[in-house]
């Protein structure tokens, strides 16, 4: 009996998810184990496979479209079975338009590209359609940042087409196809939508016209990315052609002059009527200016004065001429996305700010000593991770988001570290750190930092977090607030640790004091329960050892 494939719930979060790619087409047959197609889901790409054998009678979703969770995707049965009231009930009833067999696929199958072929008709013919691929869980385009294919060469199913600068990361895009690279539609630095068309796959010498006449591949916003990577501007002076400008001189006699030669005279303070013109008629240019020598001429002016009186020089105040320009950069996606979400959280979560100095001379003396028997070097940002975690422990209501009509309150800490790269800001998590010791701590840590300089993170390194903590101390920064990372309800502000006068015990002594800003989502946390939360926080890091009980 034929029985339906629906999109199954592939993450906690998944509400639908993206058919990247169809690894059997109708007519094949399958087993179960067999992995039929590829689905991104939120979290990432992954394998779909079959819990069923026999044939597949019909594919209902085609390459790149969207699909909710436990719709219809595909029908598998017997050879030759009928599915049409299978079809029917699956789909409450729709329209015997939408319900083909096998051999009248071809007539009746909703066209996706030109020619009226879908994408799994095409793939039969061996042509596959490349689309933009959804790379991460915030992405609506992504820009070509390399190819490594051009049109004409032969690939592979596993050879890398191109790179894909997302939101997040420098990504590589695989074709899954073999063939000859017969379109390439999207340029090298250009962008395009998710989904849409930038690239097409197929036997050589496949004519892709018709494809591309009734694609839909969205347009690539030109608007950036065909501005030159950085255009200068400058003030732009008159031409020396231009008629010349008659001006007086001191004696009464006419200085003729180019424009651009009295503008800059003027910037150098040049007398004219000391310049010897060589243009016609003794006009003076730009190159007599620059050629000028001002040494000779004032020597000779100021010999009388100097023989007649001693009287002082006045003093020569040097000119310097500069000049106006500027550079432009398109904006990369990663800027893109930092400016739109930081945006939303700034203007839409109350936001207000908390702080308060730690005195770190204990936890200065315990990490000297942990360093001492670590496997791998412990930083007092893994101390301060660490800290938190145990801290967000006592204080849930920290550890919390705002979800419009409900609060949610995390029982996991997952702390979201904020991290500086060359585009922007990534924040890779460090899951269940309340359990992890401060040198598994700081070994994750370390490879978030080297996979974020070169663009490895994946979007399952950087989701999921219920708290931040950002740290500019290692800059010398004394103290900071920051926007929080939403959904997060809080983020924690970490300054340099700094060498001050305190007083204890009645005396004023040397100390190392650290400052910590809160800031606060005030829909979620309080005043009284982050301040709350400081304290224990303060109690922790003054008395390390607490933190290896």
């Keep these: 009996m034929a029985e339906v494939i629906s999109m199954p719930k592939m993450s906690d979060t998944m509400t639908e998810g993206v058919l990247a790619k169809w690894h059997k087409k109708v007519g094949d047959k399958i087993k179960s184990g067999d992995v039929l197609a590829e689905v991104e ?4 790409t992954m394998d779909m496979e079959s819990y069923w054998d026999g044939t597949l009678l019909y594919i209902g979703v085609e390459e ?19 599915y049409k009231e299978l079809l ?51 992405m609506t385009e992504g820009v070509i940042a390399e190819w490594h294919k051009k049109v004409g060469d032969k690939v592979k199913d596993d050879d890398i087409l191109a790179d894909v ?6 990504m590589e895009v695989m074709g899954y196809a073999t063939g000859t690279l017969l379109h390439v539609g999207i340029q090298k630095g250009e962008a395009a939508k998710v989904n849409g068309i930038i690239a097409i796959v197929g036997p050589e010498g496949t004519d892709v016209s018709a494809i591309l006449a009734g694609g839909d591949a969205p347009a690539a916003p030109k608007s950036e990315s065909k501005e030159e990577p950085k255009a200068e501007s400058k003030t732009e002076a008159p031409k020396e052609e231009e008629k010349a400008q008659v001006a007086a001189s001191s004696n009464g006699g006419r200085i003729i002059a180019s424009p651009l030669a009295k503008k800059i005279a003027k910037d150098k303070g040049i007398d004219l009527a000391q310049v010897a013109g060589s243009a016609e008629g003794g006009r003076i240019i730009k190159k007599d200016i620059e050629n000028f020598k001002p040494s000779a001429a004032a020597a000779k002016a100021d010999a009388p004065a100097a023989s007649s009186e001693k009287a002082a020089a006045a003093p020569v105040i040097p000119t310097y001429v500069g000049e106006e320009k500027y550079t432009e950069k398109p904006v990369s996606q990663m800027r893109k996305v930092i400016a739109k979400r930081l945006g939303e959280s700034l203007f839409t ?24 028997v670590a ?35 995390n029982e996991h800490t997952n702390i979201g570290v904020a991290m500086a790269v060359e585009d922007g800001l990534l924040v890779p998590v460090v899951r269940f750190a309340d359990g992890k010791s401060l040198s598994h701590i700081s070994a ?58 305190v007083v204890k015990n009645g005396a004023v002594v040397p100390g190392n004091v650290m400052k910590l800003t809160l800031g606060c989502d005030h ?8 301040a709350a939360f400081l304290q224990t926080l303060k109690q922790l890091l003054e008395a390390p050892v607490t933190l290896l009980a």
Excluded at 165 to 170: L, R
Excluded at 523 to 530: H, L, N, Q, S
């Design 41 to 44: 889901t939120d979290k990432a």
């Design 64 to 82: 790149g479209q969207a699909v909710p969770i436990d719709a219809l995707m595909a029908i598998v049965g017997k050879e030759g079975e009928d």
């Design 88 to 138: 029917e009930a699956a789909k409450g009833g729709a329209a015997k338009a939408e319900e083909p067999k096998v051999e009248e696929k071809k007539e009746e199958a909703a066209p996706a590209q030109g020619g009226g072929l879908s994408e799994a008709e095409l793939s039969a013919k061996g042509i596959t359609v490349i689309r933009m691929p959804l790379l991460s869980d915030t």
């Design 165 to 170: 600068e997302t939101d997040k990361a420098t």
């Design 349 to 372: 979560a109350p936001h207000f700010y908390l702080t308060i100095s730690i005195d770190m001379d204990n936890a200065m003396a315990a990490r000297t000593q942990i360093n001492t």
């Design 375 to 409: 496997p791998v070097k412990v930083s007092f940002n893994d101390i301060v991770i660490k800290a938190v975690a145990v801290a967000l422990k006592k204080h849930p209501a920290v550890n919390s988001s705002w979800g419009g009509d409900k609060i949610r309150f």
């Design 444 to 501: 994750e840590v370390k490879e978030y930092g080297a996979k974020a300089k070169a663009k490895k993170l994946q979007p399952s390194d950087w989701e999921g977090s219920t708290f931040t903590v950002s740290n500019l101390g290692m800059f010398g920064i004394d103290e900071f607030t920051s926007i929080i990372n939403s959904p997060d309800g809080a983020i924690l502000s970490v300054g340099a640790i700094q060498a001050v006068p």
């Design 523 to 530: 829909r979620v946390v309080d005043g009284a329960t982050g």
